[in-house]
């Protein structure tokens, strides 16, 4: 295995102006600012939030394709031992979608958590050198043309008005984000279901299923195993939606389970309860000037099928690389690669804000035209094995794909597998942040102005692979082809 390195530009110290600034310190974020400081780069993340503060947000579902991402970065091993790891999804009595079908190495999807996912990429990124910065909140941004920084105007904890320049800033800030409101930029979409009661729970009796939903058309109740012995539940009801802000209490979420489910399993002792709606929204531009959106600044949608903090991380994946290689000067177009983060992940997020929605449709299906439909997609999903396979697909993210070029091979823009290769697994070889080159031969590679780890088959195959830092094959080619590959290796 062989290694191009490459250096990374000092910190503008002159100016104070860091590489990127990162605000919000969620999932999204602490992916995004550990990667950036992994390749060398100066990283700042604020977070109005104290550090103290629990973050115990919606998301627990962590899917086949995050998993691979976080294998990327040593981390998804370590993760897997906090949850529990569901083999199959089953929903309305009547839908099991088999997950060990999938071709990886994580055929399940890990019911864990957020705040664990948080925790290890935080402690990644203080490994790495990102610099945090919690109970500090972003009030203000400014975009400078002529100096190619972003200033952003920050509020302390203690009240202090303080400035921070950089090169790039990237919002994951949330649904509520700050730096989409400063950027002006509007968040179309509408709330699809209000008054969602949420909370984590102990059950005197187990669930005969390990994921258990179902709806009867007036209500709907979600439960989901954290392996501790405690339980997320999420449950609605057409003949009670308060706003938000109105009193919760077990009771309710109760008698909503009873409804759905014809039991509640004996809900006791709720550790954590709330209630709150459900948008589906999306920003049109993912991108403004040197101001970037990720995560649920960027899109927000509903939770069934547990995609928004997958999403959220794997937009995430997506722009890091990208970043780091304009910014360590990898690339002689980084306009045009940068603007390769809209073209690539918005329209994922559509996808998902699609699929997630139909989802939560048919479990809300109450009139005797939606209720067919439900039965005709149920039986299909249950009946026609494609339909399954491409619905697992595309809910664990292991078959999302990119735009390839007219023309290019078919592997190009896919996800890559975790290849068993001479060298090790692929998913180890992406953990520096470089691009792997996969040959047939032992020949050398060529040279490459970006950061490049040789490999090889083990097998007689001839397929020359150039994988990018987030798994996705940029070039392919059956036949030797030593002029195409030099030019994919300029990106």
């Known amino acids: 295995m062989t290694t191009t390195p490459s250096t990374a530009p000092d910190t503008d110290t002159s100016t104070g102006t860091i590489d990127v600034l990162v605000v919000g310190a969620g999932p999204t974020g602490l992916l995004l600012a550990g990667d950036l400081a992994a390749q060398g780069l100066s990283v ?60 990886t190495r994580f055929p399940f999807v890990l019911i864990t958590p957020q705040y664990e996912v948080e925790r290890l990429l935080e ?24 100096s190619g920084t972003v200033t952003a105007e920050l509020r302390e904890a203690d009240g202090r008005a303080t400035t921070l320049s950089a090169r790039y800033l990237v919002g994951t800030d949330g649904v509520r984000s700050r730096v989409r409101q400063a950027l002006g930029l509007p968040f179309p979409g509408e709330a699809v279901i ?56 077990l009771d309710e979420l109760r008698a909503i389970t009873r409804r759905a489910l014809g039991t509640d399993y004996g809900m006791h002792d709720a550790r954590w309860i709330s209630r709150f709606h459900s948008d589906e929204r999306q920003v049109r531009a993912y991108r403004t000037g040197r101001v970037f959106l990720a995560g649920d600044a960027a899109h927000v949608h509903s939770p069934a099928g547990g995609q928004g903090m997958n999403t959220g991380l794997q937009d995430a994946a997506n722009l ?68 399954s396979d491409k619905t697992i697909g595309l809910v664990s993210g292991i078959s999302i794909a990119y735009a390839a070029p007219r023309g290019a091979h078919p592997l190009t823009a896919k996800r ?34 970006i950061p490049l780890v040789h490999a090889h088959w083990r097998s007689d195959r001839t397929t020359t692979l150039l994988i990018r830092p987030d798994g996705y094959i940029a070039w392919a080619s059956d036949r030797s082809d030593p002029a195409a590959l030099r030019a994919a290796l300029t990106l």
């Not at 899917?63 to 083999?87: M, Y």
């Not at 969602?196 to 102990?202: E, F, T």
């Not at 005797?368 to 149920?378: D, G, K, N």
């Open 44 to 103: 700042t993340l604020v977070e109005r939030r104290p550090h103290e503060t629990s973050n115990m947000t919606r998301a627990f579902a962590v899917h086949a394709r995050t998993l691979e991402l976080l294998d990327n970065r040593g981390v998804a091993d370590e993760l897997i031992k906090t949850g529990t790891s569901l083999s199959a999804l089953r929903f309305f009595g009547k839908v099991s979608l088999d997950l060990s079908r999938l071709r």
């Open 123 to 146: 402690r990644r990124g203080r490994t790495a050198g990102v610099h945090f910065r919690y109970g500090t909140e972003l009030t203000a941004l400014h975009q400078d043309a002529a």
């Open 194 to 249: 209000r008054s969602i009661v949420l909370a984590d729970v102990r059950l005197t009796e187990e669930p005969p299923d390990l994921l258990t939903i179902n709806g009867v058309g007036d209500a709907f109740t979600f439960i989901a195993p954290f392996g501790d012995g405690w339980y997320r539940v999420m449950g609605w009801t057409r003949t009670h939606q308060p706003a938000d802000s109105a009193p919760v209490d």
């Open 320 to 387: 890091s690389w990208k970043l780091a290689a304009v910014l360590r000067g990898h690339t002689a177009a980084p306009e045009a690669l940068l603007d390769s983060y809209h073209t690539e992940r918005h329209p994922v997020g559509t996808m998902v804000l699609r699929s997630s929605g139909a989802i939560l449709r048919l479990a809300m299906a109450h009139t005797p035209l939606q209720r067919t439909v439900r039965a005709f997609t149920t039986t299909a999903l249950s009946m026609i094995r494609p339909a």
């Open 416 to 449: 890559a597998p975790d290849l068993s290769l001479r060298e090790g697994r692929l998913h180890q070889l992406l953990r520096d942040g470089a691009f792997v080159l996969v040959t047939p031969t032992e020949a050398a590679a060529p040279p490459s102005s």
